[in-house]
Every structure is written in C-alpha cells, then in structure tokens.
C-alpha cells in the first residue's frame, strides 16, 4: 500500500521569503515521488520528481525537493516565494505495487504568498 | 508543448442520468488514467487503461463506470447512472509509458443534481 501525507492545507509565506512544503510518504516498495501544482481552474501540472539516483531533484520555477529514505519525506523548497507562486500543491507517490500505473495523492497545501 | 484535453469543462446532470467525459491524451502516449477529486477531498486514482483494455482500477470504478477509447485520439469516462455522490472534478491523464510522468488535463466539472 502507498499513502501521502502532506502537513499543513495552508501555508502563508511572505514574497521573497522560504517556502517550505511537508510531504511523507509510506510505501513498502521504493516509490516513485512528485509534486504537482495546480492554479487556480486549471490542471495538475508537474513541478519534479523523483525516481531513482540523485535525491535532490530540481523542478520548474525554483523549486527543488529532497527524496529521504530514512525520514520517508520529500518536502518541497523554495528559497524566495514569488507571488505567481501561489497555488494548491500536491504531493503524489507511485510504486511497483500499483504496477506504476496508481499515482496516489496528499490532501494538498495551498500555498498564500503574501507581499 | 503537447497537452491533454478535456471536454466539456463543466457538466451538470440529473441524477440517474448517462455522462460522458471526453479526454484527448497527448498523442504518442500509450497509458491513459482517470482521476477525481471531490471538493476538499483528495485526488483519486479511478483507472488505468493501456492496449484497449484495463489495467489497474481502484474500489470506486464499479460497474457504473466504463472506459473506452472509441478511435485513434479520444478516451472517454461513462457514468451509467449518475449519483449525487459523484459530483466532482473528473482528471485524464496520459503518460508515455508505465512508470514515466502523468500528464493531467484540466479536469471537468461534474455536478450531479
């Protein structure tokens, strides 16, 4: 089984400041994990992931995560907020157990940035 | 930049009524997906379908549910019946391959009255 936990449905940064989004993951297989963001009326569009090799992923628009196995988290940073940055993000998990085909999905947090 | 399309962008039904949800993936992509999200909730995985058939789907694709991918382009989501319970936002997505990246449309709006 895989699940996504994402802390936090809304988080409130200040324009130019940290931004800083909590995900942990369980799976009993290695995952494969990302991060979508969706604006408002619009899709799920992909920022990173991450699949194997490298565990500091770097994504669209400055974000980055890191993937820790012993932590299960892949939180999701980004030295200076933006103000186009606010949006709903996801944080989602797949693995061999769903055949890769099964992308499971945190809660999401909306992220305010405040100027 | 290729995407996926989805039409129509709202739908709004009475309930016990047929919808049809249609998806155009991105062209060369060979796995295709369903997802919903009701309101305040999280997004769902419904179904996965690759070779004209399906190939994972989870416990809320009953038999209310079908896919199909009538030609070449489009993948289409029936709901035989609808149900109040299945008013939310209905995601397409397509991928390359199994494994690779999902590529999310835009979603439709299904509100069951």
């Known amino acids: 089984a895989q699940s996504v936990t994402q802390l936090g449905s809304h988080v409130s940064v200040s324009e130019g400041a940290l931004v800083l989004l909590r995900c942990n993951y369980s799976?009993?297989?290695?995952?494969?994990l990302f991060w979508y963001v969706q604006y408002p009326n619009q899709g799920l569009q992909l920022l990173l992931k991450?699949?194997?090799?490298?565990?500091l992923v770097k994504g669209i628009n400055g974000f980055e995560a890191e993937f820790k196995k012993s932590e299960t988290s892949f939180h999701l940073t980004k030295p200076s907020a933006h103000m186009s940055d606010a949006a709903e993000y996801f944080c989602a998990v797949t693995s061999n157990s769903g055949g890769y085909q099964k992308v499971t999905f945190g809660i999401g947090t909306k992220l305010q940035v405040i100027p | 930049e290729p995407e996926v399309t989805q039409t129509p962008s709202h739908q709004v039904t009475q309930m016990g009524q047929e919808v049809i949800l249609h998806c155009v993936p991105i062209s060369n992509h060979l796995y295709f997906y369903w997802y919903r999200q009701i309101l305040g909730q999280k997004v769902e995985f419904l179904v996965s379908f690759y070779n004209n058939e399906i190939s994972e789907k989870s416990e809320i694709f009953d038999d209310q549910f079908s896919v199909e991918r009538p030609d070449g382009s489009n993948f289409t989501l029936k709901i035989r019946s609808t149900k109040l319970e299945d008013s939310a936002m209905y995601f397409c997505a397509s991928s390359a391959e199994r494994g690779e990246t999902q590529y999310f449309g835009p979603g439709t709006r299904l509100l069951v009255l």
């Open positions: 799976s009993s297989v290695p995952p494969y």
């Open positions: 991450y699949t194997t090799g490298a565990t």
